[in-house]
């Protein structure tokens, strides 16, 4: 057994099923869960920083900071339901959120950061809400999935250079009908 089959046994959850149900390397899962969680609570604490430039009379930087750290506790909850413990739904949601495939978390955490940046481009607004697009970069990637290997890319390119394979050939304009010509309906009807 190997080191990351060792780790993803024990970081399993009680009745988890153990067979994986897709083909996403183990090591980018943790890195999607680390850099989430991780990068989270940095959003936190960096939002609650941008916060304090309410002082200063910058009030677009005080909602920049405040929708940071929403966004970190949204994403801490749902990639470390551990840490709030104190909230009865928590573990549901990150259960939910679990049985979604990866793109919708990909783009919930891309949209999610966006905001903060637009209301106050500081570095520390860039560096936290930059760690939470980070986190859905990295499930994006997980939703593209495995790459090819390399003799099915080679082939690929041997048969498309040797002309259109069958299933890369569009059959659009093959498949095009006559437009048929029909009369002006009556105005008198």
């Not at 009379?57 to 940071?68: N, T």
């Not at 966006?114 to 209301?119: K, N, T």
Request: aromatic share 10%; with cysteine; net charge neutral.
């Amino acid at each position: 057994m190997s080191i990351g089959d060792r780790l993803a046994a024990i970081m399993r959850k009680p009745g988890q099923d153990t067979a994986d149900k897709d083909d996403v390397p183990w090591w980018m899962k943790y890195a999607g869960r680390g850099l989430g969680t991780v990068g989270s609570f940095i959003a936190i604490f960096l939002g609650a920083w941008n916060c304090a430039s309410i002082l200063l009379a910058q009030v677009d930087c005080f909602l920049g900071g405040l929708w940071q750290m929403v966004a970190g506790f949204i994403v801490v909850t749902i990639e470390a339901p551990c840490c709030c413990l104190f909230i009865a739904f928590v573990q549901n949601l990150s259960d939910w959120v679990d049985t979604r495939p990866y793109w919708n978390r990909a783009a919930a955490y891309c949209v999610l950061a966006l905001p903060a940046i637009f209301l106050c481009p500081g570095i520390g607004t860039i560096f936290g809400s930059g760690l939470i697009f980070a986190t859905g970069v990295i499930y994006g990637m997980m939703a593209i999935g495995k790459k090819a290997s390399r003799d099915e890319m080679r082939a690929t390119v041997i048969t498309d250079s040797q002309g259109m394979s069958s299933n890369t050939k569009s059959t659009l304009v093959q498949n095009a009908q006559p437009m048929g010509v029909s009369e002006r309906p009556d105005s008198n009807v």
